[in-house]
Protein backbone atom coordinates (compact mmCIF):
# COMPACT_ATOMS: atom_id res chain seq x y z
CA UNK A 1 0.00 0.00 0.00
CA UNK A 2 0.87 3.70 -0.96
CA UNK A 3 -0.09 6.68 0.64
CA UNK A 4 0.41 9.94 -1.01
CA UNK A 5 0.27 13.40 0.73
CA UNK A 6 0.46 16.52 -0.86
CA UNK A 7 1.24 19.58 0.30
CA UNK A 8 2.29 23.38 -1.07
CA UNK A 9 -1.53 24.38 -2.37
CA UNK A 10 -2.35 27.92 -1.20
CA UNK A 11 -3.30 31.18 -2.46
CA UNK A 12 -1.24 33.02 -5.13
CA UNK A 13 -1.86 35.99 -7.38
CA UNK A 14 -1.41 35.69 -11.50
CA UNK A 15 1.80 35.44 -12.61
CA UNK A 16 2.97 34.14 -9.29
CA UNK A 17 4.58 30.48 -8.44
CA UNK A 18 4.22 27.61 -6.00
CA UNK A 19 5.82 24.29 -5.37
CA UNK A 20 3.65 21.36 -4.91
CA UNK A 21 5.18 18.02 -3.15
CA UNK A 22 3.80 14.91 -2.69
CA UNK A 23 5.23 12.48 -0.85
CA UNK A 24 4.92 8.66 -0.95
CA UNK A 25 4.98 6.49 2.41
CA UNK A 26 4.59 2.72 2.53
CA UNK A 27 6.07 1.21 -0.21
CA UNK A 28 8.81 2.97 -2.04
CA UNK A 29 8.38 4.11 -5.64
CA UNK A 30 9.79 1.34 -7.37
CA UNK A 31 9.33 1.97 -10.59
CA UNK A 32 6.37 4.03 -10.82
CA UNK A 33 5.29 6.52 -12.79
CA UNK A 34 4.29 9.73 -11.16
CA UNK A 35 1.90 12.59 -12.27
CA UNK A 36 -0.25 15.74 -11.59
CA UNK A 37 -3.93 15.77 -12.14
CA UNK A 38 -6.33 18.50 -11.33
CA UNK A 39 -9.32 19.05 -11.43
CA UNK A 40 -12.29 22.00 -10.87
CA UNK A 41 -15.94 21.90 -9.60
CA UNK A 42 -18.33 20.47 -12.45
CA UNK A 43 -15.48 19.43 -15.00
CA UNK A 44 -13.43 16.35 -14.91
CA UNK A 45 -10.20 15.47 -13.28
CA UNK A 46 -7.13 16.09 -15.90
CA UNK A 47 -4.09 15.39 -16.68
CA UNK A 48 -1.47 17.79 -15.61
CA UNK A 49 1.92 16.44 -16.34
CA UNK A 50 3.91 12.99 -15.60
CA UNK A 51 7.71 11.89 -14.92
CA UNK A 52 9.22 8.56 -15.26
CA UNK A 53 11.12 6.96 -11.81
CA UNK A 54 14.92 7.45 -13.81
CA UNK A 55 12.88 11.11 -14.60
CA UNK A 56 14.13 10.87 -17.99
CA UNK A 57 10.84 11.45 -19.30
CA UNK A 58 8.24 13.52 -18.78
CA UNK A 59 5.34 15.21 -20.82
CA UNK A 60 2.66 17.76 -19.69
CA UNK A 61 -0.79 19.15 -20.76
CA UNK A 62 -0.97 21.77 -23.48
CA UNK A 63 -2.22 24.36 -21.08
CA UNK A 64 0.74 24.19 -18.79
CA UNK A 65 3.40 23.60 -21.04
CA UNK A 66 6.27 25.88 -20.49
CA UNK A 67 4.94 27.07 -17.06
CA UNK A 68 4.93 24.10 -15.38
CA UNK A 69 7.86 21.51 -14.26
CA UNK A 70 7.21 18.06 -13.10
CA UNK A 71 10.44 16.50 -11.09
CA UNK A 72 11.08 14.14 -8.16
CA UNK A 73 13.90 12.78 -5.67
CA UNK A 74 13.50 8.58 -5.55
CA UNK A 75 15.68 8.84 -2.13
CA UNK A 76 13.16 11.01 -0.30
CA UNK A 77 10.04 9.32 -2.04
CA UNK A 78 8.93 12.71 -3.22
CA UNK A 79 7.70 14.33 -6.33
CA UNK A 80 6.95 17.95 -7.21
CA UNK A 81 5.27 20.19 -9.55
CA UNK A 82 6.86 23.84 -9.43
CA UNK A 83 3.98 26.21 -11.43
CA UNK A 84 5.48 29.45 -12.24
CA UNK A 85 3.34 31.92 -14.10
CA UNK A 86 0.36 31.01 -12.74
CA UNK A 87 -3.41 31.86 -14.24
CA UNK A 88 -6.49 32.16 -13.05
CA UNK A 89 -7.25 29.09 -14.75
CA UNK A 90 -5.20 27.09 -13.05
CA UNK A 91 -7.24 27.10 -10.12
CA UNK A 92 -8.11 23.47 -9.40
CA UNK A 93 -7.65 20.58 -6.82
CA UNK A 94 -4.07 19.31 -7.64
CA UNK A 95 -3.89 15.53 -7.29
CA UNK A 96 -0.81 13.57 -6.65
CA UNK A 97 -0.78 10.20 -8.18
CA UNK A 98 1.08 6.65 -8.45
CA UNK A 99 1.10 4.24 -11.48
CA UNK A 100 2.28 0.54 -11.15
CA UNK A 101 3.58 0.77 -15.06
CA UNK A 102 6.50 3.18 -15.79
CA UNK A 103 4.89 5.40 -18.23
CA UNK A 104 1.34 6.45 -18.53
CA UNK A 105 -0.91 9.48 -18.89
CA UNK A 106 -4.27 7.80 -18.57
CA UNK A 107 -5.82 8.77 -14.95
CA UNK A 108 -7.48 5.45 -14.98
CA UNK A 109 -3.95 3.75 -15.03
CA UNK A 110 -2.96 5.33 -11.90
CA UNK A 111 -3.65 3.39 -8.71
CA UNK A 112 -2.82 5.35 -6.12
CA UNK A 113 -3.92 8.88 -5.37
CA UNK A 114 -3.02 11.58 -2.93
CA UNK A 115 -5.87 13.89 -1.03
CA UNK A 116 -5.13 17.09 -3.18
CA UNK A 117 -4.44 20.46 -2.74
CA UNK A 118 -5.94 23.57 -3.31
CA UNK A 119 -4.58 25.82 -5.30
CA UNK A 120 -5.97 29.15 -6.12
CA UNK A 121 -4.72 31.92 -8.32
CA UNK A 122 -6.76 35.55 -8.13
CA UNK A 123 -5.95 37.67 -11.29
Known amino acids: QVQLVESGGGLVQAGGSLRLSCAAR????????MAWFRQTPGKEREFVAV????????QYADSVQGRFAISRDNAKNTVYLQMNSLKPEDTAVYYC????????????????WGQGTQVTVSS
Open 26 to 33: GRTFSTYA
Open 51 to 58: INYSTTRS
Open 97 to 112: AASFLTWTTSEAMYNY
